[in-house]
Structure formats: C-alpha cells, structure tokens
C-alpha cells in the first residue's frame, strides 16, 4: 500500500476534472482497507472513497486522502433450485460483472447494462434503469465501519434502498467502507421489456422472446445512443435526479403542459422525467462556457473538454433557476459534489 502525494483526479472522475488529491492511495485487498483503518492514518483526516469516479463532481482540490477501491474477484456463496448468490469485490467493474452474468446465464441485472461504475457504489445510490434497481437483485453486503475497523453485514432493510439512494449516502455518510457485496440472481430469467422503448428496439431487430443477452443488447443500444461515452465526453450519467411531486402539482403542471412526462407512483405521486422539463426549457444541447447539455439527453450535463466545476455548477445553477421559474419545481442533484 502505498500513499501518494498531490495526485491528479482527471483520470480518475469521469466528467474529467482536474484537480488534486493532497494524498491518494489505490487498494487492492479488504486487508490493506482494514490495515489502512487500524493504522490511524485516517484519523482526524477528510477522505474519499473513490470507485469508478462516474457519479461524482468535485468542486476544488480534495484536502485530504483519496481511497480508490480496486479489490476484485467474485465468487458463487450458495444456490438452490431458482437462484444464485454470488459474492463480488467492491471494485469489479459493474459492466464486466453484467457481463459474466450474461455468460453464465445469471438473469436479474440485464437491465443494468452499461452503467458505468463499480460493484461497491452500486449499493450507495441504488443504481437503475429500465426498471430495475439494484435493491431487487441484492441480498446483502459486508462492509468496515471506519471509526472501529469492524467487519459488519447490512441486509436489504439495513441500506434503506429508495430512488438512487440508500443509508450510506444520508445517515452513514462517510462512516463505512464497502467490501463486498451478495446479489441474488435468478437462474430463470423474469424479462422486464416493458420500460421506455425497450420492445421497439428488440423489434428493430426482429427479436420476439428475448433472452437476457438479447435485452441486455436492446438496452447498450438505447443508452449508446443516448448517453455521451464517458471515455470521450466527460460527464456523470444523469445530472439530476427525477423529480418526485404529489397529486397536486402534477395535475397543476398537466393542465398547463399537456406534453409533460411523468410515471405515476404509489401514494398519489408522480415522478417527472426531469429530461422533459429541461428540453422544453431549450437546454437540450446548449452549450455554456466548456459545460453544457447533452444533445440527446437533457438530463446530462457534459464537459465539453476543460470545464472546471465552477462550470458544471453554472450549467446546474443556470438549469435549475429556468426549471423553477417555468414549472415550480426543485431539480436536485444526483451527482455527488464534493
Ligand atoms: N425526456 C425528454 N427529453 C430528454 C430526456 C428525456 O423529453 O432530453 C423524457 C422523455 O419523455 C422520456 C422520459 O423523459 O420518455 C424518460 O427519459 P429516459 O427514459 O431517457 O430516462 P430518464 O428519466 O431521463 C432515468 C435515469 C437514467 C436511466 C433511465 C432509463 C434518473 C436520474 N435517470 O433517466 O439513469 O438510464 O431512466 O431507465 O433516474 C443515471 O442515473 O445516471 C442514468 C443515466
């Protein structure tokens, strides 16, 4: 393990800002992570847990230690007649994972194809699309409590999963590290191709009963042709999260923009596609300073080469005054800004 000095973050955020990391510190086993806790080192000391740097913006040098996560290895903890449980290292790469289970014929994640990112930051925001989210494959996670160096196990009630969030982004913030993580797959695949256009794009290829390679491939389409490639336009995915309103203000914003796009939730709530509501403020590829809007998905603020933070958070400022004014409604971040 070894620590180094005044490292550039560029490579290591995928809306590629260039800042500093006063220390930084790759790991490659849970224990050197448990090493690293039991030194000191971290004491009195702000830190980062860095995965995939895909879901993060950071504002300014970070003044402390940044701690990349890079265990890996998976494997198979038990089955039976419908499921498997595989156990994987915070750092795999989330699609390489996708990918093994496709291979193998492990269903439940097909819809999480492509999420850029690792294993161990899927939990803290619940990552999903098409559907699916990562609560409804998990079992559960081990992870080191950082003031004690304790291995401690969370199931699927301890993460407190909702919408791209769970207890380690609120009340234990900071206070653990994840090490792993248990998904409970299914040996018989239950297709979901009822989201977005999904179907349309499994008939474009005349594909009538897909299996999850097939659905898996439908999605990698949909989000190639709608998502920037983070290996050539810097951004995070999704800037912002979806809105969620109530019956109320749905109904008020329906009446005036007949057009707008929403899904209804339990409880007489609705959650507003918050692409919608920032195309039809005219953003959608807009360009500001180095930032802007992606062309294909307004929901993505993307870096159009050497954008600073400062502006990123002018593209969200700018976003989130015009959505307000035009519909009352708060766009909050998504994105991790540091
Ligand atoms: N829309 C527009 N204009 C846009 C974008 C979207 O009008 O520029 C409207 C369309 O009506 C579309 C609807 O919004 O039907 C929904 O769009 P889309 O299916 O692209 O999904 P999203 O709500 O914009 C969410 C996730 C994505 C995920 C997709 C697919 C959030 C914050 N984002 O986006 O996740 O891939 O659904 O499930 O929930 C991410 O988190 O980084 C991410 C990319």
């Given at each position: 393990?070894?620590i180094?000095k005044?490292?550039?973050l560029k490579?290591y955020?995928?809306?590629?800002i260039?800042?500093r990391?006063?220390e930084?510190?790759e790991i490659n086993s849970d224990?050197e992570?448990?090493s690293?806790?039991?030194s000191?080192i971290l004491?009195?000391k702000?830190?980062?847990?860095?995965?995939?740097?895909?879901?993060v913006?950071?504002?300014?040098n970070?003044?402390?230690i940044?701690?990349k996560i890079n265990?890996?290895g998976?494997k198979?903890?038990?089955?039976d007649?419908?499921?498997?449980y595989?156990l994987?290292?915070a750092?795999?790469d989330?699609?390489n994972?996708v990918?093994?289970?496709?291979?193998?014929?492990y269903?439940?994640i097909?819809?999480l194809?492509?999420?850029p990112?690792?294993v161990?930051?899927a939990p803290v925001?619940?990552?999903?699309?098409y559907g699916v989210?990562?609560?409804d494959?998990?079992?559960?996670?081990?992870?080191?409590?950082?003031?004690?160096g304790?291995k401690?196990?969370?199931?699927k009630?301890?993460?407190?999963?909702s919408?791209?969030n769970?207890?380690?982004?609120?009340?234990l913030k900071?206070k653990?590290?994840?090490l792993s993580v248990?998904l409970?797959?299914?040996?018989?695949?239950?297709?979901?191709i009822?989201?977005?256009n999904?179907?349309?794009?499994?008939?474009?290829s005349?594909?009538?009963?897909?299996?999850?390679?097939?659905i898996?491939n439908?999605?990698c389409?949909?989000?190639?042709?709608k998502?920037?490639?983070?290996e050539?336009i810097?951004?995070?995915?999704?800037?912002?999260?979806?809105?969620v309103v109530?019956?109320?203000?749905y109904?008020?914003?329906?009446n005036?923009?007949?057009e707008?796009s929403?899904?209804?939730?339990?409880?007489?709530?609705?959650?507003?596609?918050a692409?919608?509501l920032?195309?039809?403020c005219g953003?959608?590829?807009?360009t500001?300073?180095?930032?802007?809007?992606?062309?294909?998905?307004a929901?993505?603020?993307?870096?159009?080469?050497?954008a600073?933070?400062?502006e990123?958070?002018n593209?969200?400022?700018?976003?989130q005054?015009v959505?307000y004014?035009?519909f009352?409604?708060k766009?909050l971040?998504?994105?991790?800004?540091?």
């Amino acid at each position: 393990m070894h620590i180094q000095k005044n490292i550039s973050l560029k490579k290591y955020n995928t809306f590629r800002i260039d800042v500093r990391a006063k220390e930084f510190v790759e790991i490659n086993s849970d224990e050197e992570i448990q090493s690293l806790i039991l030194s000191g080192i971290l004491n009195n000391k702000k830190f980062f847990i860095l995965g995939g740097g895909s879901n993060v913006l950071f504002t300014e040098n970070f003044d402390g230690i940044v701690i990349k996560i890079n265990t890996k290895g998976k494997k198979k903890i038990k089955e039976d007649s419908e499921h498997i449980y595989l156990l994987v290292s915070a750092g795999e790469d989330w699609q390489n994972f996708v990918e093994y289970c496709l291979n193998n014929n492990y269903a439940g994640i097909e819809n999480l194809s492509l999420i850029p990112g690792t294993v161990g930051a899927a939990p803290v925001q619940n990552i999903g699309a098409y559907g699916v989210e990562l609560k409804d494959v998990f079992y559960e996670l081990q992870a080191i409590e950082i003031e004690s160096g304790k291995k401690v196990k969370f199931n699927k009630d301890d993460c407190e999963f909702s919408y791209r969030n769970s207890i380690f982004k609120n009340k234990l913030k900071n206070k653990y590290i994840i090490l792993s993580v248990i998904l409970k797959l299914n040996k018989h695949p239950k297709i979901k191709i009822e989201y977005g256009n999904i179907k349309q794009e499994l008939e474009k290829s005349g594909i009538k009963n897909p299996g999850i390679k097939e659905i898996s491939n439908a999605i990698c389409n949909i989000r190639r042709n709608k998502l920037p490639d983070v290996e050539k336009i810097g951004s995070a995915g999704s800037f912002f999260k979806n809105p969620v309103v109530d019956n109320k203000t749905y109904f008020r914003l329906k009446n005036k923009f007949p057009e707008i796009s929403a899904y209804k939730l339990p409880e007489s709530k609705y959650k507003l596609a918050a692409g919608w509501l920032i195309e039809e403020c005219g953003f959608k590829g807009k360009t500001i300073g180095n930032a802007g809007i992606y062309k294909d998905q307004a929901l993505v603020i993307v870096n159009h080469g050497n954008a600073n933070a400062k502006e990123i958070i002018n593209v969200m400022k700018k976003v989130q005054k015009v959505v307000y004014e035009k519909f009352g409604v708060k766009l909050l971040p998504e994105v991790n800004i540091v």
